[in-house]
């Protein structure tokens, strides 16, 4: 799999532990990590903990984490990819998120859909999935407007902090 896909204003770059900075800024913020599955970090240790587990996954092709780095300043603002790959059944599931002060600047949909584009077209896959956590309206809306089409709502699909939690699942297909 390819380690690195440019877009207009970004550079999604494979992830490596010397990326564990940038990445403990994004991920030791309350307000990015409130709807993921983890909380916000408190030492750069778990950042280089995550980078090492997710390169893992990259190694057997079960998944493939980017930082998303702005391409004026190379600064890391927020990771995505795919949390879960499966040739088998031709699907992936996509995972993303951004420093809070990037939010709302059409970051998020330029890397998706980068990695939409390379999902479908490179690695032949012919669906994408999202959960989400139903009150994260934000990602909501970005899905919804990446044309993702929305599925159910998975009842207590997922143990996060130490709670069972909802997810909405929302997908797009290669022939949508």
């Not at 999604?12 to 983890?38: C, H, Y």
């Not at 207590?156 to 130490?162: I, V, W």
């Amino acid at each position: 799999m390819i380690n690195e896909l440019i877009t207009k204003r970004l550079t999604l770059r494979k992830m490596q532990e010397k990326d564990s900075a940038g990445l403990f800024a994004v991920w030791s913020d309350p307000s990015v990590t409130r709807f993921m599955n983890i909380p916000a970090f408190t030492g750069e240790d778990q950042a280089k903990e995550m980078i090492n587990f997710l390169a893992e996954l990259a190694h057997e092709n079960k998944a493939l984490r980017y930082t998303i780095r702005t391409k004026d300043s190379g600064q890391i603002i927020g990771s995505c990819g795919y949390n879960t790959i499966d040739f088998a059944n031709g699907k992936t599931e996509l995972g993303y998120e951004l420093a809070k002060e990037h939010w709302g600047k059409g970051y998020a949909s330029e890397a998706i859909r980068e990695l939409m584009n390379y999902a479908f077209e490179e690695l032949n896959l012919h669906r994408i999935e999202a959960k989400v956590e139903p009150e994260n309206k934000n990602s909501i809306r970005l899905l919804q407007n990446l044309e993702f089409t929305f599925e159910g709502i998975l009842r207590d699909a997922e143990k996060a902090k130490g709670r069972f939690v909802d997810l909405a699942m929302y997908a797009k297909l290669s022939t949508d």
